[in-house]
């Protein structure tokens, strides 16, 4: 008994010296005052980058660690050091110095239950981490600064949702993007096309546009990257995108249009920041224009946007008075002069009265990713998103993306393919290359249920094997309704590519969506259609007859993406095309309102030129009659001329002609080639 009172005794007088304070004094040190005039030198050379800021934080911990080795039980380095890590990207690091700091001087200072919360949070010990927050607030509540009882208060919430989160992940891949990505230094802020064929970023390396580091962040300029999507699936070493773009300040991207020939860039040289863009003419990309007074801001900061799929819609990021938070999420839309217009706030569902930032509407036109201290974050910022109503005008309650997309860092600059399956973003994982680097998750939809045999299975394959197929559900994972339309756009007759206007019609609302280019020197063209409407899509470039292509998606289409090359052909003697936008009820040859756009297109091709003379013929598949069939092609191509005719075409211009079923370009065989021999040409018959 004495013995094991005695060991107690011995045990409490240990802990108790383990637990003291070293001071750095000659009195701890008598026999290494050396060792104690380098220890001091590194720790006055640790507060000399400490008292300068954050920015300078990452750069106090060489020094500090030096010292720290040479007398590590001493609270105020060891507090330095937490409050440093906790500023680099090596967070986790900060922790054990806390941790140390409170055992050896518990009131060492005022912020360290404070900084201890954010450890134990970031770890995620949300138990630990609540109860260090709640010693905190305990501490300020009764005269201190409301905008900081404020933020404990949403940490602590932070903690509760984390706890929930975490209990319940979602399953993901989260692949390191590789070698030809990213390096030791800082890579961040990824933007893809929607087929995922163009990949930019931003970087803070060596070798940026002028070479220098900012004094105030201590790190150097940021630059943009570019990388391709090459044919075995990876990408290519990315590209310093370059002068115009770069300059010796920050250069920073923030969103790219669908097609990847246009995206918006952050200067930060201009005001607090500003919002640029830059446009991709052939193979060079053209010196950044400011988005307008509409958009930037003289005294504020605008740090992030992106385009809507129809590039009529620019979604982006201010700091500026008038807010419900920090920094909150705006809409503006493209006027007619071809100018961004009057900015409004997304309102109260989005923004929160913390900060909003990183926002991505994907290619379906209505779901809008975002990063949020608010909402049901978990810690920092979380990403999260939201489903905009057409016919209520609303957006739907974010909803957080999960764990382990979100951690309890900070996780912002999230984008999504069009397909829904990938996403973007940056963080540091185990296989970093470095600081920062990009990674691709991939979304796995929900874990299929294991099947059981029944019981009387169970009983057979005790005495005999019971052999039974049995037909696992189907895990299906929710993409994107939408469709992505892309090719190359050539001459018929050269093949050569042709810059070309891609226009974008609803039929049923007769009315232009949005109009794009194709790339002048790849002839590549890339949309997106979002499922619910009937598409009209016209190909135009002058000196040739346009080119039509019809799709009609149902609000239930899954995803895809359809490659269609297409040819123009020159405006010349006998050449024809079919246009894929007249509609006629059904066996019959009354022209449908979804024809509109169409019709209108032909009228304008015939007022262009004047000494156009046309034939207009009609088609039908082989189902009916010869003579019925013959009937209802003259029927319908007379419908149309009538319609042009109404429209001022002179009747000498335009020749009707029915073939029936005798001019197939599809077997009749398929549901599908008899829609295809069902169709409307014009012949250029004079010029």
Request: hydrophobic share 35%; proline share 4%; net charge negative.
């Amino acid at each position: 008994m004495l013995k094991r009172y005695t060991l107690a005794i011995a045990l409490i007088f240990t802990s108790g010296l383990f637990a003291q304070n070293v001071e750095f004094d000659k009195s701890n040190f008598k026999d290494d005052k050396d060792g104690l005039k380098t220890a001091k030198d590194n720790l006055k050379a640790g507060d000399d980058l400490y008292f300068q800021g954050p920015g300078f934080y990452k750069d106090a911990i060489a020094p500090y660690e030096a010292a720290n080795t040479f007398n590590p039980n001493n609270a105020e380095l060891n507090f330095k050091l937490g409050d440093c890590y906790l500023a680099s990207m090596f967070k986790f690091k900060a922790l054990p110095h806390l941790e140390k700091a409170e055992k050896l001087n518990p009131t060492v200072d005022p912020r360290l239950q404070y900084l201890l919360g954010k450890a134990y949070h970031l770890d995620m010990q949300f138990d630990k981490a609540i109860a260090a927050y709640g010693k905190f607030q305990r501490s300020v509540m009764g005269g201190g600064d409301p905008a900081i009882i404020q933020d404990v208060m949403m940490r602590i919430e932070q903690c509760s949702n984390g706890k929930q989160l975490v209990d319940n992940p979602i399953r993901v891949f989260v692949d390191n993007l590789g070698d030809n990505i990213n390096t030791e230094y800082n890579e961040y802020g990824a933007v893809v096309s929607a087929d995922e064929s163009v990949l930019v970023f931003t970087a803070r390396r060596p070798n940026s546009t002028g070479g220098k580091i900012d004094p105030q962040l201590n790190e150097h300029f940021e630059d943009i990257y570019i990388s391709y999507k090459q044919d075995d699936g990876s990408w290519s070493l990315a590209k310093n995108i370059g002068s115009p773009v770069n300059t010796n300040d920050h250069d920073a991207n923030t969103g790219i249009s669908n097609d990847g020939q246009k995206f918006g860039i952050y200067l930060g040289k201009s005001n607090a920041g500003d919002l640029y863009e830059s446009r991709l003419i052939g193979d060079v990309w053209t010196k950044p224009e400011s988005m307008g007074k509409n958009i930037n801001t003289k005294d504020y900061h605008e740090s992030s946007a992106c385009y809507s799929p129809d590039g009529n819609t620019l979604y982006f990021v201010s700091d500026k008075k008038g807010g419900f938070g920090d920094h909150d999420i705006y809409v503006s839309h493209l006027t007619e002069k071809g100018e961004w217009g009057p900015a409004e706030n997304l309102g109260a569902v989005i923004n929160t009265p913390y900060s909003e930032e990183g926002v991505f509407m994907h290619p379906d036109g209505k779901t809008l990713y975002f990063s949020s201290q608010g909402h049901s974050s978990m810690g920092g910022f979380d990403i999260f998103k939201s489903v905009y109503n057409e016919k209520t005008k609303t957006w739907s309650k974010p909803e957080n993306l999960g764990y382990p997309v979100n951690t309890t860092d900070d996780d912002v600059f999230f984008v999504i393919s069009a397909s829904g399956r990938h996403g973007y973003y940056t963080s540091m994982g185990e296989d970093s290359r470095g600081l920062r680097d990009l990674y691709m998750v991939t979304f796995l939809g929900a874990e299929k249920e294991m099947v059981l045999n029944n019981e009387d299975n169970l009983l057979a394959s005790i005495a005999a094997p019971v052999s039974e197929v049995v037909i696992a559900p189907v895990v299906e994972v929710k993409e994107a309704q939408l469709t992505i339309l892309k090719g190359v756009i050539t001459d018929a007759l050269t093949k050569n590519v042709l810059e070309a206007e891609i226009e974008i019609v609803d039929n049923q609302a007769n009315v232009v969506i949005a109009t794009f280019k194709s790339n002048s020197a790849t002839g590549k063209y890339l949309v997106s259609l979002p499922a619910g409407k009937n598409y009209g899509i016209a190909v135009k470039k002058e000196g040739y007859l346009f080119h039509s292509e019809n799709f009609d998606i149902p609000s239930t289409a899954a995803f895809q993406t359809v490659e269609k090359d297409i040819e123009l052909k020159g405006l010349k003697v006998g050449s024809k095309i079919v246009l894929k936008n007249i509609f006629f009820d059904l066996d019959k040859a009354t022209l449908r309102p979804e024809s509109t756009a169409e019709l209108n297109r032909l009228i304008k091709l015939m007022n262009d030129v004047p000494s156009l003379k046309i034939e207009l013929s009609g088609h039908t598949d082989s189902q009916g009659s010869d003579a019925y069939n013959q009937g209802l092609s003259e029927r319908r191509a007379q419908a149309v001329v009538d319609f042009l005719t109404k429209a001022g075409i002179s009747a000498s211009r335009l020749v009707s002609a029915g073939y029936g079923e005798t001019q197939p370009i599809a077997t009749n065989e398929t549901k599908e080639g008899r829609q295809l021999n069902r169709r409307t040409e014009f012949k250029v018959l004079s010029l």
